[in-house]
Antibody, heavy 121, light 107 residues
Framework: QVQLVQSGAEMKKPGASMKVSCQAS????????VNWVRQAPGQGLEWMGW????????NYAQNFQGRVTMTTDTSTSTAYMELRSLRSDDTAVYYC??????????????WGQGTLVTVSS | EIVMTQSPATLSVSPGERATLSCRAS??????LAWHQQKRGQAPRLLIY???TRATGVPARFSGSGSGTEFTLTISSLQSEDFAVYYC?????????FGQGTKLEIK
């Protein structure tokens, strides 16, 4: 079955960078896109951006432009999300979510288990 | 940017009763609307996509309706496992956006 397995929890200092991985299995990685969504403690869901598993095209949310880079490694069916210049308000659980390619099919049908990133001095 | 607004923020319902959750988009998203369920300490789970299509394995007591800017998620007879937070999400246009969530709690 479709699975997205994310890397483990991290603790970072302000100003540092984080990189979370999301390894897919049970489907053809290049036939889907991967979204990244974060959730601060006690808060709602915030979309960060999207990357195509097919060609690596990306689209980032304005809030993260210049600080985020999303990449893929099709040889291992893994998506990565790097966030730089971390601040305390980047403390959150970060999720990856699969979406179908093509308008109308681009809903999030499978989610990773989440990765807690804590930013603290 | 499309703003999604959910109401109410919290809904208190007794088991066995019906729950109706609302979601409004600031501009039309056609039928490109999904509902996700999130239980405490868990990742979200897709319930409904295309405004009204149940995802694989979702019980028939969950139904979605609406198009354009007004959407509804109905749970016909609440079970104990349904008490959770529900988010609507539009995937019509980038940036994708979520509502702030409706917490469904036991009355």
């Amino acid at each position: 079955q479709v699975q997205l397995v994310q890397s483990g929890a991290e603790m970072k200092k302000p100003g540092a960078s984080m990189k979370v991985s999301c390894q897919a299995s049970g489907h053809t990685f290049t036939s889907y896109g991967v979204n990244w969504v974060r959730q601060a403690p006690g808060q709602g869901l915030e979309w960060m951006g999207w990357i195509s598993g097919y060609n690596g095209n990306t689209n980032y949310a304005q809030n993260f432009q210049g600080r985020v880079t999303m990449t893929t490694d099709t040889s291992t069916s893994t998506a990565y999300m790097e966030l730089r210049s971390l601040r305390s308000d980047d403390t959150a659980v970060y999720y990856c979510a699969r979406e179908g390619l093509g308008h109308g099919s681009n809903y999030f049908d499978s989610w990773g288990q989440g990765t807690l990133v804590t930013v603290s001095s | 940017e499309i703003v999604m607004t959910q109401s109410p923020a919290t809904l208190s319902v007794s088991p066995g009763e019906r729950a109706t959750l609302s979601c409004r988009a600031s501009q039309s998203v056609s039928s490109n609307l999904a509902w996700h369920q999130q239980k405490r300490g868990q990742a979200p789970r897709l319930l409904i996509y295309g405004a009204s299509t149940r995802a694989t394995g979702v019980p028939a007591r969950f139904s979605g309706s609406g198009s354009g800017t007004e959407f509804t998620l109905t749970i016909s007879s609440l079970q104990s496992e349904d008490f959770a937070v529900y988010y609507c999400q539009q995937y019509s246009n980038w940036p994708y956006s979520f509502g702030q969530g409706t917490k469904l709690e036991i009355k």
